[in-house]
C-alpha cells in the first residue's frame, strides 16, 4: 500500500497502536484495539475507535476528517505488524 500513513505508538502489550488524525480543522486521538477473543487464543477482535476528551473510548463519532484513505493505511499497517 503506497498511500501516506500516520506514524503510531505502541503500548508494551502490543494490542493497543495509537495515532492522530490530523486536518487543518482538528486533531483526533485514534486508537486501534486487538482484544483476544474468549476460548480461542488465535483469534483477536479489531476495534478503530477515537479517543474522547475524558479518556474514553468510542466507535460511535464520525470524525469526517477527510483522511479515509490515510487512516485505513494506517489501520492496514498496524494489522500486518500486529501479526
Known amino acids: ?12 502489550e502490543h494490542l ?3 495515532f492522530d488524525s490530523v486536518s487543518s480543522y482538528k486533531i483526533v486521538k ?3 484495539v486487538f482484544s ?16 474522547l476528551a475524558d479518556g474514553s473510548f468510542s466507535d460511535k463519532i464520525v470524525t469526517d476528517n477527510k483522511d479515509l484513505h490515510k487512516v485505513i493505511a ?3 499497517r498496524i494489522i500486518l505488524i500486529f501479526f
Open 16 to 18: 493497543c497502536y495509537e
Open 30 to 32: 485514534k486508537v486501534v
Open 74 to 76: 494506517t489501520v492496514t
Open 36 to 51: 483476544p477473543i474468549q476460548g480461542n487464543p488465535d483469534l483477536y477482535n479489531l476495534a478503530l475507535v477515537d479517543v
Open 1 to 12: 500500500m503506497n498511500n501516506d500513513k500516520y506514524k503510531f505508538h505502541v503500548n508494551d
